[in-house]
C-alpha cells in the first residue's frame, strides 16, 4: 500500500466485505448469521481501508464489564481482528488497535483483554498475557459418586431460571478478578429470545434457594468416544458441589469423557479428579490498560492492601497512559496521581499489565525487562500494584 490506511467505524454498508475478510481469516461460513448484519448496541466495529477504499482490516471493541474485587470495571474486550493478507505486515492491526483504544477511552473503558491467534502483535500493542481458559477432559466414572443429599433438591432448569442462574454466577464471580459481569446491552442483545445455554440445565436448590447450576451438551452417541460437554458448573457451597459433581458422574454410562472449564478456586474443583485431567484445549488471554489511571480507581482492592509508590509508564499506543505516577492503596481503594521528578522504577506498559492482573511479581517482570530499576533498588515496592490476585476469564470472546 502507497499510503496508509485509514481507519474509520464500520458503517451497515460495510458489513458484508467485514465478514467476507473475516471468513477469510477465521475460515468461517460463507453465509454471515443474522447477528453480523448489523451493529448492536454494546459493539463498535472498526474498519481500515486502503487509498482506494477497500476494507483491509476490520476489528471489534465489545463493551464488556470486568469484575475486579467487588466493582465492575468499564472494558474494551477485543475480538475478530482479521488483515487482508496482502495487507499483512504493513501496520495495519497497529493502525486498528490504536483508533480502538482511542475510542474505548473516549466512551470511559478502562481496560482490555483479548484472545490471541498469535500473541506478538498484541505484545507490540501493548496487552501481555494475563492467563489461559483451560478446557479439561475426565473420565466420568472417575468422578465421585455419593448418596444424594436430603437436605438439597436437584431439578431440571427451565428458561424461567435463567435469571436465578444469571444471579448465582454474579455471586461467583463478582468478588474475583477478570471475569465479566455478563450485564449491558451486548449481553442482552444476545440473550433476546434466546432459550437454555445447551442442551440441558442442572440445579441444584436448598430451601428454594439456587446453590449450584451445571449446564451441558450431550453430545452425539453413548460408545466409547461419547463426551458431555459442560459449558459450566458454579456453585456456592460444598454441598451443592457435591451433588452437582454426583449428577455429572451418573452419565459414565453412555458418556465416558466429561469435558469442562474449571474454575481455580471454586466450590467445584475440589470434587473433581483433576489429578488425571487432559487438556482438551487452551486459550491463551492477554491485557491491558486502556486509561490507567482509571483501571486503577475504578477497580475494587483488597482492604488489607496499604501503600504509596511512584514509578514511570511508557505507553507506546496510548499516550495518555504514559508519564510519571504516584499509586497510592488504602481501605479497599486506590488512585493514580500524576507526579513529577526522577523516580527509580520505570515500567512498560506490558509489565503494568502484568502486575495488575496479577499474573507475575515485579521481580519476575523486571527479569523480563518490562521493569527497570537502579542498583540497589527493590522492584518489589510494585507488587502493590498486584495485591488483588490473579485475575481469570471464563468467557471466550
Not at 515500567?347 to 511479581?361: E, H, I, M, N, T
Amino acid at each position: 500500500m502507497s499510503e496508509p490506511v485509514h481507519v474509520r467505524e464500520l458503517s451497515t454498508d460495510d458489513l458484508d466485505a467485514a465478514w467476507e475478510l473475516g471468513r477469510f481469516a477465521f475460515g468461517s461460513d460463507p453465509q454471515p448469521p443474522a447477528h453480523a448484519t448489523v451493529t448492536p448496541a454494546g459493539m463498535t466495529r472498526y474498519g481500515a481501508f486502503d487509498d482506494s477504499g477497500r476494507l483491509v482490516g476490520k476489528a471489534v471493541d465489545l463493551h464488556h464489564d470486568q469484575w475486579w474485587s467487588g466493582r465492575a470495571v468499564p472494558a474494551a474486550d477485543v475480538a475478530g481482528v482479521a488483515v487482508a493478507p496482502e495487507a499483512r505486515g504493513r501496520g495495519v492491526g497497529r493502525a486498528l488497535l490504536t483508533a480502538l483504544l482511542r475510542g474505548a477511552r473516549e466512551r470511559q473503558a478502562a481496560v482490555s483483554a483479548l484472545y490471541p491467534t498469535i500473541a506478538a502483535p498484541y505484545r507490540a500493542c501493548g496487552w501481555e498475557a494475563g492467563g489461559v481458559l483451560r478446557t479439561v477432559d475426565l473420565a466420568t466414572a472417575a468422578l465421585p459418586r455419593h448418596r444424594p443429599s436430603p437436605d438439597l433438591a436437584v431439578r431440571a432448569g427451565t428458561t424461567a431460571d435463567l435469571p436465578a442462574v444469571a444471579g448465582l454466577y454474579e455471586r461467583v464471580a463478582r468478588h474475583r478478578n477478570g471475569m465479566l459481569t455478563r450485564r449491558g446491552e451486548l449481553f442482552d442483545f444476545f440473550a433476546a429470545d434466546r432459550g437454555l445455554p445447551g442442551d440441558g440445565l442442572t440445579l441444584v436448590e436448598d430451601d428454594g434457594h439456587l446453590v449450584g447450576y451445571a449446564t451441558w451438551q450431550r453430545g452425539r452417541g453413548y460408545g466409547a468416544d461419547s463426551v458431555l460437554t459442560v459449558d459450566e458448573a458454579l456453585a456456592v457451597t460444598a454441598e451443592a458441589a457435591r451433588e452437582l459433581v454426583g449428577v455429572l458422574g451418573s452419565w459414565a454410562s453412555v458418556a465416558p469423557t466429561l469435558r469442562l472449564c474449571p474454575l481455580d478456586g471454586d466450590a467445584v474443583s475440589p470434587h473433581l479428579p483433576l489429578e488425571s485431567a487432559r487438556d482438551h484445549e487452551r486459550d491463551l488471554w492477554m491485557h491491558r490498560p486502556v486509561d490507567v489511571a482509571r483501571a486503577v480507581s475504578a477497580r475494587g482492592w483488597p482492604a488489607h492492601a496499604r501503600g504509596v509508590v511512584d514509578f514511570g509508564l511508557t505507553d507506546a499506543l496510548a499516550d495518555w497512559n504514559t508519564g510519571t505516577w504516584r499509586l497510592t492503596v488504602a481501605d479497599g481503594a486506590a488512585e493514580l496521581t500524576r507526579v513529577g521528578g526522577e523516580v527509580d522504577l520505570r515500567l512498560d506498559v506490558r509489565g503494568f499489565a502484568l502486575l495488575y492482573a496479577g499474573a507475575a511479581r515485579a521481580r519476575s517482570v523486571a527479569q523480563a525487562g518490562l521493569l527497570h530499576h537502579g542498583p540497589g533498588v527493590d522492584p518489589a515496592a510494585l507488587d502493590l500494584l498486584g495485591a488483588g490476585g490473579p485475575a481469570q476469564l471464563l468467557d471466550y470472546f
